[in-house]
C-alpha cells in the first residue's frame, strides 16, 4: 500500500497541473456548449448545481492533494476561471447567474478540504516506505 501512495504521489507532483487543466478544458467546453447539447451536462439529467460543485471540486482536489503545491492563487485562479466562463454563457444561449459561481466556489472549497488530508496522508504513507 505504501508503494501505490508513493507512485500516486510522485504522479501528482508532476502532473497536477496538466491534469487540473485538462479538467478545467473539460469544464470549459462544457460550460460553452449550447444548451441541450452533449456537451451540456444538463442534457443527461445531471442537477445543474451538482455538476458544477463535482466540477470544480475535481480540478481543485487534484491541486491539493500534491505535495507542496500553493492553494490560496490556484483557487483564485479557478474561481476568476469559472466567473468569465459565466459571463460568456449568454453570447451561446445559455443563462449565467451568481448561483453558479457559488456553486463553483462552494466545489473549489470542497476539493480543497477534501484533497489536503488526502495530500497529508499519501505524504505519511511516502515517508513510510522512504
Not at 31 to 54: K, Q, R
Amino acid at each position: 500500500m505504501t508503494k501505490i501512495a508513493t507512485l500516486i504521489h510522485a504522479l501528482l507532483g508532476k502532473y497536477n497541473l496538466f491534469v487540473s487543466g485538462l479538467l478545467l478544458a473539460v469544464i470549459t467546453l462544457a460550460s460553452l456548449s449550447p444548451a441541450g447539447s452533449s456537451g451540456d451536462p444538463g442534457a443527461v439529467g445531471v442537477p445543474d448545481y451538482f455538476a458544477h460543485i463535482v466540477a470544480y471540486a475535481a480540478v481543485v482536489f487534484v491541486r491539493a492533494a500534491t505535495p507542496s503545491a500553493r492553494m490560496l492563487w490556484f483557487c483564485g485562479a479557478v474561481l476568476v476561471w469559472s466567473g468569465a466562463i459565466e459571463l460568456l454563457q449568454p453570447f451561446i444561449g445559455r443563462s449565467a447567474g451568481l448561483p453558479d459561481i457559488y456553486a463553483n466556489a462552494a466545489g473549489i472549497a470542497l476539493g480543497a478540504v477534501l484533497g489536503y488530508p488526502f495530500r497529508l496522508l499519501l505524504s505519511r504513507m511516502s515517508s513510510l516506505s522512504a
